[in-house]
């Protein structure tokens, strides 16, 4: 059964699966994070509804926002999987005789930090620069009003 088509259909729907389990818990674990992030571009959580209602009525904008959180939610869970990657190199390097074992356990373990550190620095940036521009995209408009003119001096007769 190994190899045929039903056991590939079976593992990608597998890991398709296990890929939402990991990223509902790396938003889990970052929730914290979001929530102060969208209070630097939104005061209320009412105000980012509004604004996501109001986002949703501009197709372009909408889709441009529906490929940034794709682009999120594969940073936020690979923040996890590198995390939980690392783990288990160390632990099976712990585990099993191989040699340079010192070396080979701090590699992994610098490269997972890395890989790490590398996907929630742009899960971060992804996720404030998104709130900064649906703050900006669905703004009110403002409208300029006339500059204040001094006024007018006063006829001077002779």
């Keep these: 059964m190994a190899g045929t088509p039903l056991a590939a259909g079976a593992a990608l729907a597998?890991?398709?699966a296990l890929g939402i389990l990991v990223d509902r818990a790396a938003d889990t674990a970052l929730a914290p994070a979001r929530r102060r992030l969208r209070t630097q571009s939104f005061p209320t959580?009412?105000?980012?509804?509004?604004a996501r209602l109001k986002l949703?009525?501009?197709p372009a904008l909408?889709?441009?926002a529906d490929y940034a959180r794709s682009r999120l939610r594969i940073c936020r869970g690979w923040?996890?999987?590198?995390?939980?990657?690392?783990l288990a190199s160390d632990l099976a390097l712990g585990r099993y005789s191989v040699e340079p074992r010192a070396l080979l356990l701090a590699t992994a373990?610098?490269?997972g930090a890395l890989a790490t550190i590398g996907f929630y620095a742009s899960w971060h940036t992804i996720t404030a620069t998104g709130y900064r521009k649906l703050a900006v995209q669905t703004a009110p408009a403002v409208t300029p009003s006339e500059p204040s003119q001094p006024p007018a001096p006063?006829?001077?007769t002779p």
């Design 14 to 16: 597998f890991a398709y």
């Design 45 to 50: 959580s009412a105000a980012y509804a509004q």
């Design 56 to 58: 949703s009525e501009i």
């Design 62 to 64: 909408a889709a441009r």
């Design 79 to 86: 923040a996890l999987n590198s995390i939980l990657l690392t």
């Design 109 to 111: 373990t610098v490269l």
């Design 154 to 156: 006063a006829p001077q």
